[in-house]
């Protein structure tokens, strides 16, 4: 890269012929080069019907600054050519193109970033990015699995690719990420996977790849996933059911041969330990060291943006039917007895999926569905026997905190999506508050 003339050369210029002739130097140590670079920039503007707004000076560590009016915050960019006539041609290159940008509407930071993405030697091979993002979220990170990159990461990043790799490709970060969920529904729970999930690649490869900062995502997300409308809303939430009663129904309504019993089995360890359907691949029985006694352990650990979670102890909580019989299942003994078999919980996309697929064709669990729906506003899926096993925890007064812990998650996120947890505690808060105060 040139350096900036020293105070002897820039009092010196070389003819053509070879010899030497003497310039004026100013007092910000510039030459007369400085004049014509700056009728060149005068001549830029005016020569698209513009005023002359571009202006250069020498910055404190003897770069080029260019400048535009009005005045205003990301109007100065320092550029990487130094003050001197040797790298004034290419730096009137960038400059042109940098101007060219900015005229469409940008300010000089934001124009610059873009010129920098246009230029050849912002080339890139997006594939190869796209094959270490991959090995990063995979193998790092948070080490997410195959089914969760399949889902959550490839369909979006191999549409951005589609686009880059295009004839006329996006320029910078938030116009690709808003073409590759324009056909989602504004709000929708796959827009927002999809957003936050281009969003890391992107950033990753500007921190690890070294990209231009125009290809960083928007630090805020929302205006990209956008909010939906409630005439469009679609209730993805599971809900628990009204009672434990309609599980001990359902149960019972399974064929007694055996497929239905493997289902049956499985069902009944979903709504008496409150699990994920994954977790149930993750079920264990450990003995406890000092009592000797038996006891459920889950060593599944959920990922997501906080971190996993810890492998779990957990507590039965057999149902009661309504005339007030307490279920005794006997799932421990049978499973260190070994007479429980679970259905096939691996094969597509998943234990939830496979769950569906089977209670889709049983008829007392469709007509179930539809009178919660109907009835009660209420979406039932596999993990409404999770959701019936945290609201049997808060009607035996077992606290927040506790529920959250054996559920295997944090308190703050059993609050949030588990509102009557919160609920009922407050409650009963307020009540032995209050009994408190009558029985004093």
Same mark, same amino acid.
């Given at each position: 890269?040139?350096?900036?003339?020293? $105070?002897?050369?820039?009092?010196?210029?070389?003819?053509?012929?070879?010899?030497?002739?003497?310039?004026?130097?100013?007092?910000?140590?510039?030459?007369?080069?400085?004049?014509?670079?700056?009728?060149?920039?005068? /001549?830029? +503007?005016?020569?698209?019907?513009?005023?002359?707004?571009?202006?250069?000076?020498?910055?404190?560590?003897?770069?080029?600054?260019?400048?535009?009016?009005?005045?205003?915050?990301?109007?100065?960019?320092?550029?990487?050519?130094?003050? +001197?006539?040797?790298?004034?041609?290419?730096?009137?290159?960038?400059? $042109?193109?940098?101007?060219?940008?900015?005229?469409?509407?940008?300010?000089?930071?934001?124009?610059?970033?873009?010129?920098?993405?246009?230029?050849?030697?912002?080339?890139?091979?997006?594939?190869?990015?796209?094959?270490?993002?991959?090995?990063?979220?995979?193998?790092?990170?948070?080490?997410?699995?195959?089914?969760?990159?399949?889902?959550?990461?490839?369909?979006?990043?191999?549409?951005?690719?589609?686009?880059?790799?295009?004839?006329?490709?996006?320029?910078?970060?938030?116009?690709?990420?808003?073409? +590759?969920?324009?056909?989602?529904?504004?709000?929708?729970?796959?827009?927002?996977?999809?957003?936050?999930?281009?969003?890391?690649?992107?950033?990753?490869?500007? /921190?690890?790849?070294?990209?231009?900062?125009?290809?960083?995502?928007?630090?805020?997300?929302?205006?990209?996933?956008?909010?939906?409308?409630?005439?469009?809303?679609?209730?993805?939430? *599971?809900?628990?059911?009204?009672?434990?009663?309609?599980?001990?129904?359902?149960?019972?309504?399974?064929?007694?041969?055996?497929?239905?019993?493997?289902?049956?089995? *499985?069902?009944?360890?979903?709504?008496?330990?409150?699990?994920?359907?994954?977790?149930?691949?993750?079920?264990?029985? $450990?003995?406890?060291?000092?009592?000797?006694?038996?006891?459920?352990?889950?060593?599944?650990?959920?990922?997501?943006?906080?971190?996993?979670?810890?492998?779990?102890?957990?507590?039965?909580?057999?149902?009661?039917?309504?005339?007030?019989?307490?279920?005794?299942?006997?799932?421990?003994?049978?499973? $260190?007895?070994?007479?429980?078999?679970?259905?096939?919980?691996?094969?597509?996309?998943?234990?939830?999926?496979?769950?569906?697929?089977?209670?889709?064709?049983?008829?007392?669990?469709?007509?179930?569905?539809?009178?919660?729906?109907?009835?009660?506003?209420?979406?039932?899926?596999?993990?409404?026997?999770?959701?019936?096993?945290?609201?049997?925890?808060?009607?035996?007064?077992?606290?927040?905190?506790?529920?959250?812990?054996?559920?295997?998650?944090?308190?703050?996120?059993?609050?949030?999506?588990?509102?009557?947890?919160?609920?009922?505690?407050?409650?009963?808060?307020?009540?032995?508050?209050?009994?408190?105060?009558?029985?004093?």
């Amino acid at each position: 890269m040139a350096q900036p003339l020293s $105070r002897n050369q820039a009092s010196k210029r070389r003819k053509s012929d070879g010899s030497l002739t003497a310039i004026s130097e100013r007092s910000d140590g510039s030459s007369e080069w400085v004049d014509g670079a700056r009728r060149q920039l005068n /001549e830029l +503007c005016t020569s698209r019907g513009l005023k002359p707004v571009l202006s250069i000076s020498r910055s404190v560590r003897g770069k080029v600054e260019l400048s535009i009016r009005p005045r205003r915050p990301g109007n100065r960019i320092v550029l990487p050519f130094d003050w +001197c006539e040797a790298s004034w041609g290419d730096c009137y290159v960038r400059i $042109r193109n940098v101007y060219s940008t900015a005229i469409q509407g940008y300010n000089l930071v934001e124009a610059a970033n873009l010129t920098e993405a246009r230029s050849p030697s912002g080339e890139r091979n997006w594939e190869s990015m796209k094959a270490a993002f991959k090995e990063w979220k995979t193998t790092a990170d948070s080490a997410i699995k195959a089914v969760t990159w399949a889902h959550s990461y490839e369909p979006v990043i191999s549409d951005a690719l589609k686009l880059l790799t295009g004839k006329t490709p996006p320029l910078m970060a938030q116009p690709l990420m808003l073409a +590759c969920v324009k056909d989602w529904r504004s709000g929708s729970r796959m827009r927002k996977i999809r957003v936050r999930s281009l969003a890391q690649f992107l950033n990753y490869c500007v /921190e690890q790849h070294h990209l231009p900062d125009a290809w960083a995502a928007p630090k805020n997300l929302k205006p990209l996933i956008g909010a939906e409308k409630p005439s469009e809303a679609v209730n993805q939430k *599971a809900h628990a059911f009204s009672s434990d009663q309609e599980i001990i129904d359902l149960l019972g309504s399974l064929p007694d041969d055996e497929t239905g019993r493997r289902w049956r089995d *499985a069902t009944m360890l979903m709504a008496e330990l409150g699990l994920r359907p994954v977790e149930l691949l993750h079920l264990k029985v $450990r003995i406890d060291e000092m009592s000797g006694e038996p006891y459920w352990w889950c060593t599944y650990r959920k990922k997501g943006g906080n971190g996993a979670t810890e492998p779990r102890r957990i507590i039965p909580l057999p149902l009661l039917s309504t005339d007030g019989e307490l279920q005794q299942w006997n799932l421990l003994q049978r499973w $260190r007895a070994v007479d429980i078999e679970l259905p096939p919980l691996e094969s597509g996309n998943g234990a939830a999926d496979r769950w569906k697929t089977y209670f889709c064709r049983r008829p007392y669990w469709l007509s179930l569905k539809q009178r919660a729906q109907e009835v009660e506003d209420k979406r039932l899926t596999a993990y409404s026997f999770r959701h019936s096993f945290s609201v049997r925890g808060h009607r035996r007064h077992i606290d927040a905190g506790s529920m959250a812990m054996v559920m295997g998650h944090s308190l703050q996120t059993h609050c949030t999506f588990y509102p009557w947890a919160q609920k009922s505690s407050t409650e009963e808060a307020f009540a032995n508050a209050h009994s408190r105060l009558v029985n004093a």
